[in-house]
């Protein structure tokens, strides 16, 4: 399939190219940006008069919910709605059940990922067998089986002599290390930040010291180890500044938030809403804004939609009760959009913030636009307002706290390896 994609503002964070061009492609490839290939003949042409042609959008943290929890969410609907939202390259974190702790699981997801060919899926291993917290897994075998990384997830990892020899180990082999900073004993019951909401709501409360005394382990042990670690959905203004610190100091540390707590804070919590019962804790409204200006500085290397489909009796508990979680691979677009016109950042600039840096963190040749590589693109309309609806959101989770309201930014083409996995509706022919 030959494809002409032309009249589009082409943003291409990697290249630094922001500008009106035309892309070429053939066999699944970019075999042309700009001028038109000799001999070249298209089978398929798109006018993207009035959109944006961009990498595809990398995504750090998706829980895909195979194997074990398909009461939740399918590989097939949330391989849909990746498509839907322009994402053609993911990360999923270990957390199935299993975990991914053998080399099997972690082919058999990589095989029926590739099959549905919606986009490309990179499997983050579990650290320790189980997720358990008691042995470590074979990292090397895991690598070869095709994991990028190693993480623990959510779960609680309290021996930080089992974290030590895993860093070590992770260290002699230059594997990353995802970790979720936050103390197990802090965090223990806790369901809100601790602030004045979860005072005047009577709510279990998590302190930013759960997060920022995890984080100062992390940050201590990666001096002492060496090893490239990345922290997952850091979430306050104290962990930001460790953070912060810490790149300046030399270590080999990336981070990421979740793109919810780009826009909420603990304010929007409201009376009891189980949408926003997230992980980790939507935090204060200055909090919030540490983290939108850590993205804007880059202390923060990427966004992600932490997206974490549940299933609707799960959800629709009290707060408290409720399970964590949020529906984010079609809203990461337009919500990175909305941070962009507020924080009056160039587009380029937020671009790479889902494109370019999550790529590099991931270690892909993904996220760029360049002849020769592969053909992953997202084409949008920056311009389209549109209402999040329940029923209109291809993941399998409906839960999410944007419900009802409308945003700007609308995908109208998904391309993976040169094929259109997505077409909206009303884009242009």
């Not at 203004?237 to 300046?248: D, P």
């Not at 980790?280 to 804007?296: C, E, G, H, I, N």
């Not at 629709?316 to 016109?341: M, N, R, S, V």
Request: glycine share 8%.
């Amino acid at each position: 399939m030959k494809i002409h994609i032309k009249n589009g503002r082409l943003v291409d964070p990697a290249s630094g190219t922001d500008a009106k061009q035309d892309v070429y492609i053939a066999a699944g490839k970019i075999v042309a940006i700009g001028t038109t290939p000799a001999g070249f003949t298209a089978n398929r042409t798109i006018d993207a008069s009035g959109l944006v042609v961009c990498p595809g959008l990398v995504d750090l943290a998706v829980r895909l919910r195979e194997p074990g929890f398909e009461y939740m969410a399918t590989l097939e609907s949330e391989m849909q709605a990746a498509a839907a939202g322009g994402v053609t390259s993911l990360a999923c974190p270990p957390d199935t059940d299993p975990p991914l702790d053998e080399p099997g699981l972690v082919e058999m997801l990589k095989f029926r990922a590739r099959n549905l060919n919606q986009a490309h899926v990179y499997p983050i291993g579990a650290l320790t067998v189980g997720l358990k917290g008691t042995h470590l897994t074979e990292m090397a075998e895991l690598t070869d089986a095709g994991c990028v990384a190693f993480s623990h997830a959510d779960a609680p990892l309290t021996d930080t002599q089992l974290l030590l020899r895993a860093m070590q180990y992770a260290a002699t082999f230059d594997f990353p290390v995802w970790l979720r900073p936050q103390d197990a004993g802090l965090a223990r019951g806790g369901v809100a930040h601790d602030g004045q909401v979860a005072t005047r709501l009577g709510l279990a409360a998590i302190p930013v010291c759960a997060e920022t005394i995890a984080l100062s382990t992390i940050l201590l042990l990666a001096r002492e180890t060496g090893a490239r670690i990345h922290l997952c959905r850091v979430s306050s203004a104290e962990g930001i500044a460790m953070v912060r610190q810490a790149k300046a100091s030399g270590l080999k540390v990336t981070c990421d938030i979740a793109i919810h707590h780009a826009h909420l804070s603990e304010m929007d919590i409201g009376y009891f809403d189980p949408n926003c019962n997230l992980t980790p804790p939507l935090r204060s409204q200055r909090d919030r804004d540490a983290l939108r200006a850590a993205l804007s500085d880059g202390t923060v290397d990427a966004l992600c939609s932490d997206h974490t489909p549940v299933d609707e009796d799960a959800k629709q508990l009290p707060f408290a009760e409720a399970e964590t979680g949020a529906t984010g691979l079609e809203l990461l677009l337009p919500l990175t959009l909305k941070w962009i016109d507020e924080a009056r950042v160039p587009l380029i600039n937020g671009l790479a913030r889902i494109t370019t840096e999550p790529a590099r963190v991931l270690g892909v040749n993904a996220g760029q636009l360049k002849s020769g590589l592969g053909a992953d693109i997202c084409i949008f309309d920056p311009a389209k307002f549109w209402k999040v609806e329940a029923a209109a959101l291809k993941s399998q989770g409906k839960n999410t706290p944007y419900t009802g309201v409308e945003i700007k930014g609308k995908v109208s083409y998904t391309l993976v390896e040169g094929q259109i996995v997505y077409e909206a509706a009303e884009a242009p022919r």
